[in-house]
RNA sequence: GCGGGGGUUGCCGAGCCAGGUUAAAGGUACCAGACUUAAGAUCUGGUUCCGUAGGGAUUCGGGGGUUCAAAUCCCCUCCCCCGCACCA
């Protein structure tokens, strides 16, 4: 019988649906289980799926464990995607206006609907009610009826809320920050929005710009080795490019066009006008620390890409400006300021070293410097100065504050490479003013999340070291920004919060979304959220319907929360996951902090990353439709552990469909048996038995894969098994005994088709809503024997192997009395005395015992054992069976390995 | 750089934390056979090497060590992947 997944599933979901199965209320044991909300700017993709399909199977699995089980859900729609994609597709960009098309098309609707897409709204809403399609179709037995968005304006006021608790707790600060930015587009850009910045990542590098006093102008010259200072022997400026006169902090400095272009998003800078570098090459600069005079060289290397336009010069410590020095004629006296500590680092040595003939050599000089600058930060000691003798990677930071502190730096930054946006223009640093941060780095908040994460149930293992790390090193993070879709800053509304920023404890939300909706938006301000998590707040002047709602979500919020697990994938460790136990900590009583968390890999598709250009990426719609929603969760649970990526492969996909095809087929033949099945087959009843409670505890600790693979696929080869040796319908007759739990057992993984049988064997209910199934083992004996019988099946096999002989006949002999008895005084007396006293036929056997740990019989009554099964194994094995001690091989006979001829 | 995770038999991937029951689960691929008009599907056996009796030898990135015994513990070394923030 062929398996119709898409009726089958289409019926139980309609049940579900129907019955309200996965809508919980309060009673008994609560368990909460979330997962981050789906971002909803696009089609999900089987990458989507995987997160939420092991929440599901964790949700079902405790449910089935007898707790109640609430697993909500809602939609992320706050940041700038969904606000970049409108924003593209009401500018006409070909490009996008196709995928969403494809989009549209995909979910069966009107293409030529794109234009409306151009409101940012509409993605939202029309993504959010496909995901809640997709994921529904998928059997996650998710609480629909308390979902919401991050963009609706209740969830604004919560998120209000939540800010005006952290203001009021000192959390929140400002101050200056730099991120990337694009001038000629006015906005900051991020990795999606810089060219190839996926791939090749752009990051922030702080330059320290260093002032030399040019009559009454400052030279300003960048560098990233301020450490170098006191070595510096000249000034390079490049001929060829433009400088001009600027006005900053009082002060009048001369910089590259380029650099002031770069340097005005940075801080207050003013154009004064432009001068002429021939006024400065040749001429005498000071350089700040102890007043000397030092040249001025031209350096056509400059590049007026990279920093102010003016460097100085180190040709002790640098590379580039030994060999820069080396093509003009002047020859300044080096300093030495950095000393190593097992090597000499002479620059004249490592131009040779990488063969640089000059600086047209640029790849070998990069290599050179890096190689430079790599030797002297970890392994250089400083010279002079107040850092004498310390190493430079320990002092870096300090000598920077130094030189600020003094008066004659200013910090200076630059792209860690050059860079453009798609759009086509350059990637430059900016500095935003009074930026908002939620200030992570302070110790006492972070010592309370440590003593969190000490409490936490976390998995993987080593989950816990992550998360201490990250805590440790985590420091301010801005939390709003002037673009993106969100919640308005209550203190400043100017700025959006952020998109990560806004989702730290909206887990709360769900417990009591349904009690919000039925209040008057304009009752639910700071002193309703007060009330219902704190029971503080006054909320006596609302009217009487919002205090019984606000005293029925109070009730709802004590009884789900806190959140017992928190399942997600690894990349959210360092950013979301910490957030969440940061807030969390700050503003809930100690005992609403999660519970549980556990993080999960990833999905690749064909071996490989996802990525459009591979053609590797399959929408869930599409899977759901072609193999059904079990072959889609049993694939994902079984190919790899919750803790590492999935990989995702389509002739692998279409052999699962096959084993489920013969799962449902056997089990649906199984049902046609009536008569008790033969006593000798009760082995698989007993392994099953033993595979169920073992699947339990697999279950517990997220080991869904080897539930998965012992549950379904050792399971259903035992069964193969079975039927080689007792043919078909005694292996249904086995089956039949225990098809019911065998079903119920893997409902969390494959619940349609788990309904589905249950229902065939007449199972009240929902089989997703029955207890996991437990059954007490009396057959283990019979399991015993099989194995005996099974390892006489394997002998006989490498006989008849090695022999290369077509046997008609197989004479069994056991291990005559005395070995037996000699094993067991073996057991309880000392081996070297028993050996001593016995006779030489003895003594040979008890040395082998000796050898030979392994010889464990599992039977005592072998001979009875072959008797039972003398019939099965005969036309197993299409041979005759002997019983008999005869024969010279009979010696070779031990316990729990009788001695076999084939004749 | 900082932090995390890996390198296992054709491939994917278990096992290693609690050393022996591991030539090493499971899947997949391949070979042979059965079935079939044929293909596919399915089933059976096999897939490190040697061996005409259930045996032996050599394997788990490389090197060294601990142990009666190591894929599993310790040390050194080579290589690979991932996260590092304003981006959801």
Redesign the pocket.
């Known amino acids: 019988m062929i398996y119709d997944f898409n009726s089958i599933e289409e019926k139980w979901l309609r049940k579900w649906k129907e019955e309200k199965a996965f809508e919980p209320r309060m009673d008994g044991e609560k368990f909460l289980i979330t997962v981050p909300w789906p971002?909803c700017n696009g089609a999900l993709h089987i990458g989507h799926g995987r997160t939420y399909t092991i929440g599901d199977i964790v949700a079902r699995y405790k449910r089935m464990k007898g707790l109640n089980v609430l697993y909500p859900m809602g939609f992320?729609i706050?940041?700038?995607?969904i606000l970049a994609f409108s924003k593209k597709i009401e500018n006409g960009d070909a490009q996008t206006i196709n995928l969403y098309k494809s989009y549209l098309e995909l979910y069966g609707d009107d293409p030529s609907k794109v234009s409306e897409f151009a409101i940012p709204d509409n993605i939202a809403s029309y993504f959010s009610e496909r995901i809640i399609n997709d994921f529904t179709n998928m059997g996650f037995s998710i609480d629909w009826t308390r979902k919401f968005t991050s963009g609706e304006p209740i969830y604004n006021k919560f998120v209000e809320w939540q800010f005006s608790i952290l203001k009021e707790k000192n959390l929140i600060k400002r101050g200056d920050y730099p991120?990337?930015y694009s001038a000629e587009e006015g906005n900051?850009?991020?990795?999606?929005d810089i060219l190839e910045g996926d791939t090749d990542k752009v990051?922030i590098t702080q330059f320290t710009g260093v002032f030399f006093y040019f009559g009454n102008d400052i030279l300003l010259a960048s560098t990233v080795r301020p450490e170098t200072l006191d070595g510096v022997t000249n000034i390079f400026m490049n001929p060829e490019i433009q400088y001009c006169r600027i006005r900053m902090r009082g002060q009048t400095f001369i910089v590259s066009r380029r650099g002031y272009e770069k340097l005005k998003y940075q801080r207050d800078a003013e154009f004064i006008s432009d001068v002429d570098v021939n006024d400065y090459i040749y001429k005498m600069a000071r350089e700040p620390l102890y007043s000397r005079e030092i040249p001025i060289f031209p350096g056509k290397f400059v590049d007026p890409e990279i920093g102010t336009g003016v460097d100085y010069s180190v040709p002790a410590h640098s590379i580039w400006d030994h060999v820069g020095l080396m093509e003009i004629s002047e020859k300044p006296e080096y300093i030495q300021v950095i000393e190593m500590e097992n090597q000499r680092l002479d620059m004249e040595e490592i131009r040779k070293k990488f063969g640089i003939s000059g600086l047209k050599d640029r790849e070998k000089l990069v290599e050179a410097t890096k190689y430079v600058y790599e030797q002297e930060f970890y392994h250089g000691k400083i010279l002079k100065g107040r850092f004498k003798g310390r190493v430079v990677k320990d002092v870096k930071d300090l000598i920077i504050e130094d030189l600020i502190q003094m008066g004659i730096a200013i910090p200076v930054y630059e792209t860690s490479r050059k860079a453009e946006t798609r759009e086509g223009n350059p990637v430059i640093v900016a500095v935003i003013k009074n930026q908002w941060f939620i200030d992570?780095s302070l110790e006492e908040w972070k010592e309370k999340v440590r003593k969190l994460i000490g409490r936490m149930d976390l998995k993987p293992d080593?989950l816990k070291?992550?998360f201490l790390?990250t805590v440790d090193?985590?420091?301010e993070?801005?939390c709003a920004?002037k673009r993106?879709l969100g919640t308005k800053l209550p203190m400043d509304t100017d700025w959006v919060i952020?998109?990560?920023s806004d989702s730290t404890i909206y887990t709360v939300v769900y417990t009591i979304m349904p009690f919000l909706r039925r209040m008057r938006y304009e009752e639910i301000d700071n002193d309703l959220f007060d009330y219902i998590f704190f029971g503080s707040g006054d909320i006596s002047r609302k009217s009487e319907a919002t205090r019984n709602e606000a005293n029925e979500a109070r009730k709802e919020f004590l009884y789900w929360y806190p959140v017992d697990l928190r399942h997600t994938s690894?990349?959210h460790?360092?950013?979301?996951l910490t957030f969440y136990l940061f807030n969390h900590v700050a503003i809930f009583p100690e005992n609403e902090w999660p519970v549980g968390i556990s993080t999960g890999g990833m999905v690749i598709s064909e071996g490989q990353k996802m990525s459009k250009s591979k053609g590797n990426v399959y929408p869930l719609l599409t899977v759901k439709r072609k193999y059904g929603a079990d072959l889609f969760r049993m694939y994902l649970a079984s190919n790899?552990?919750v803790w590492?990526d999935v990989?995702w492969r389509t002739?692998?996909v279409e052999?699962y469909s096959?084993k489920l095809e013969?799962f449902y087929s056997l089990l649906d033949e199984a049902r046609s048996t009536t008569s008790e099945p033969d006593e000798r087959d009760m082995w698989i009843v007993s392994r099953m038995i033993d595979r169920i409670e073992k699947s339990s505890r697999n279950y517990d600790s997220m080991r869904i894969r080897?539930a998965t693979?012992d549950l379904f696929?050792?399971a259903l080869?035992d069964v193969?098994d079975l039927e080689?040796f007792a043919g078909k319908e005694r292996a249904l007759r086995a089956v039949r005994k225990f098809a019911k739990e065998w079903a119920l057992s893997l409902s969390p993984v494959i619940p349609f088709m788990s309904e589905e049988i249950y229902s065939m064997y007449g199972g009240d209910g929902f089989a997703s809503l029955q207890r996991y199934p437990s059954m007490t083992n009396n057959f283990r004996d019979h399991e015993y024997e099989w194995e005996f019988i099974e390892s006489i099946v394997e002998?006989f096999?490498?006989?008849t192997?090695?022999?290369?002989?077509k046997p008609s006949r197989m004479i069994i002999g056991t291990a005559e009395e005395w070995k037996w008895k000699l094993l067991d005084e073996s057991k309880s007396m000392d081996l070297k005395t028993l050996i001593k006293e016995a006779t030489p036929e003895h003594r040979d056997f008890l040395l082998l015992l000796m050898k030979k740990k392994?010889i464990a019989p599992i039977v005592r009554n072998e001979e009875e054992v072959i008797t039972k099964y003398k019939d099965d194994l005969s036309r197993y094995l299409n041979v005759e069976i002997v019983l008999s001690k005869e024969g010279a091989?009979t010696k070779?006979?031990l316990p729990g390995?009788?001695?076999?001829?084939?004749?």
């Open positions: 971002y992320h706050s940041g700038t995607p991120i990337l900051p850009v991020g990795e999606d990051s992570y080593n070291n992550q790390q090193w985590i420091k993070r801005p920004r993106g952020e998109s990560l690894y990349p460790i360092s950013n979301h790899a552990d590492y990989d002739s692998e052999n096959k013969r080897e693979i696929f050792n080869n193969r080689n002998d096999r490498s006989i192997k090695v022999s290369n002989m392994d091989h070779k006979a390995r009788p001695a076999i001829r084939l004749e």
